[in-house]
């Protein structure tokens, strides 16, 4: 029980200092920006972003919604993010149960994944085209790698105890896999992809780069050319909230679903 209570009580202060960080944060910018001691091009007021994101609330920009926006880069991300989940797994739970199917796939993945994504991007956009299928296609190579990776060494981390003790008790290869290898790496699987759709939204932008008419990276990036620093810091504003509460959900999600992890 009083463990309990200073465990709620930690996160409570660190919750507060977080808070308290953010606060102090803001003050020091409307400070500075009201004091006019950086161009307001540079760095606007909070005012003037909070002014901005009304207007894209209520009018959009360039003719589109707000909500339309954030809409056509969810669904690059997501179903790059779902593209992932159902190959990356897979074959990363049979690379590590499996060292020839690794040796097949490793050097490749080991190949591109320290490339910058707009290094293999112009290739492409030359075989895919300028739409969502070359945007899609960048953000499942971005998520691809790390969930691969994590879901391979996930694998050879399990307990070779816990294998030996199944195979002593009459356990098959399926049995195994299903009831003991499998259970065991779900924990990292759910870190990999954590890491994914960190790295997969940093390269969002980047796939919107490129011909894009929508987009909450599109937007930033075409306001940037007006000198709207105002759209600009509320688009980047926008994007920051939105991947805290995608982390922020995971995270709940790890936490309930496996609380037993480090205990």
């Not at 994590?150 to 981390?157: E, F, L």
Request: charged fraction near 15%; aromatic fraction near 12%.
């Amino acid at each position: 029980m009083q463990s309990n209570q200073l465990q709620k009580s930690n996160y409570l202060k660190v919750k507060i200092i977080s808070l308290s960080t953010v606060f102090v944060l803001v003050i020091v910018w409307a400070l500075v920006t009201n004091l006019e001691w950086i161009d307001p091009y540079f760095i606007p007021k909070p005012q003037d972003v909070w002014a901005a994101f009304i207007e894209l609330t209520v009018d959009g920009y360039k003719g589109i919604s707000l909500f339309a926006h954030i809409s056509s880069s969810l669904y690059r991300l997501f179903i790059a993010l779902l593209l992932a989940f159902i190959s990356a797994i897979p074959l990363g739970l049979l690379c590590g149960y499996s060292k020839i199917i690794r040796a097949i796939f490793d050097p490749i993945i080991e190949f591109y994944r320290p490339l910058p994504p707009l290094a293999y991007y112009a290739v492409l956009v030359l075989w895919l085209g300028i739409e969502n299928e070359s945007k899609i296609a960048l953000l499942f190579l971005s998520a691809f790698a790390p969930l691969f990776i994590s879901t391979a060494a996930s694998v050879q981390k399990v307990p070779v105890d816990r294998i030996n003790a199944s195979l002593a008790l009459g356990a098959t290869k399926w049995k195994l896999f299903r009831y003991i290898i499998l259970p065991s790496c779900q924990p990292d699987i759910l870190t990999g992809l954590r890491t994914s759709i960190g790295i997969t939204y940093a390269t969002l932008v980047a796939a919107e780069m490129v011909a894009a008419t929508s987009g909450i990276g599109w937007m930033v990036l075409d306001a940037s050319k007006y000198l709207r620093s105002d759209i600009v810091f509320a688009g980047i504003i926008l994007m920051g909230i939105i991947a805290i509460v995608l982390d922020s959900l995971l995270r709940l999600y790890q936490a309930r679903r496996f609380s037993w992890v480090g205990k």
